[in-house]
């Protein structure tokens, strides 16, 4: 079975540094889009970076200039460096990836969830 593992959430004060790492294992066949969401209490889940599979990406507009999204295609991970974190950063933060194993095509899959908190 294909999995997505979060790691590196916690606890930081504002304008401080976290980076999230997020470890896909299982039957791969190649790993396309990798995405990071995010959710903040009582608000939908909304998407905050997407890298392509050849290293394109892109943001959201409140964390431009703050967060990088990278991968690394030989250890099957995508990480979220987030800079000058604010309060509203605050969220349970998801890993996401489109995922073709050897006998299904392309299909999304999801991260357990991760806590990120920006004490002010």
């Known amino acids: 079975q294909v999995q997505l593992v979060e790691s590196g959430g916690g606890l930081v004060q504002a304008g401080g540094s976290l980076r999230l790492s997020c470890a896909a294992s299982g039957s791969i066949f190649r790993i396309n889009a990798m995405r990071w969401y995010r959710q903040a209490p009582g608000k939908q889940r909304e998407l905050v970076a997407t890298i392509t599979s050849v290293g394109i990406s892109n943001y959201a507009d409140s964390v431009k200039g703050r967060f990088t999204i990278s991968r690394d295609n030989a250890k099957q991970m995508v990480s979220l460096q987030m800079n000058s974190l604010k309060p509203e950063d605050t969220a349970v933060y998801y890993c996401?990836?489109?995922?073709?194993?050897?006998?299904?095509?392309?299909?999304?899959?999801w991260g357990q969830g991760i806590q990120v908190t920006v004490s002010s």
């Open positions: 996401n990836a489109d995922i073709e194993t050897a006998i299904f095509r392309p299909r999304e899959y």
